[in-house]
């Protein structure tokens, strides 16, 4: 069983976009929390593009990749929004699909994996993110 975990972190403001910017946070929020990132921005390069998975992380403690879903908003515009309500059935399909390209092409296809969320609200006023982790968000 896994927890959710709410966090914050400082960022630092710059001209990515939200979304890039909530990705960096995710990825500097998994290694404080001993997760190894092995890929980010993760497309398949042949046949047709299927998709992109933000983050694919190994949870070094349990031995397990991690495709992440980054769902990143501006507190100030949508601070009482919950990001990951944006994830929906068919989302969860395009990442299993494109987790499989990955684990082929890796020949990690006895790896265990599983796949989290991350909610990113980005307050560019106090320079501040919160973060909420979401494991194992796929049950088949």
Known sequence: ????????????PNTQSVGK??????????????????????????????GEIDI???DTKE??????????????????TMPEENINYQKLQ????IASVYLRK?????KSYRFDAISVWLD???RR??????PNIYLS
């Open 56 to 58: 694919i992380a190994r």
């Open 124 to 126: 560019w006023e106090t």
């Open 106 to 110: 890796m020949h990690w296809e006895d």
């Open 21 to 50: 910017t909530g990705e960096q946070v995710a990825a500097n929020f998994l290694r404080s929390k001993g997760f190894e990132i092995l890929a980010m921005n993760f497309k398949n390069d042949c046949g047709r593009r299927i």
């Open 1 to 12: 069983m896994y927890n959710i975990v709410m966090s914050e972190e400082k960022i630092i």
């Open 94 to 97: 395009k990442l299993a699909k």
């Open 63 to 80: 031995n397990e990749i991690i495709f992440v879903e980054v769902k990143s908003r501006d507190y100030a515009r949508y601070g009482k």
């Open 129 to 134: 993110a919160k973060i909420k982790h979401l």
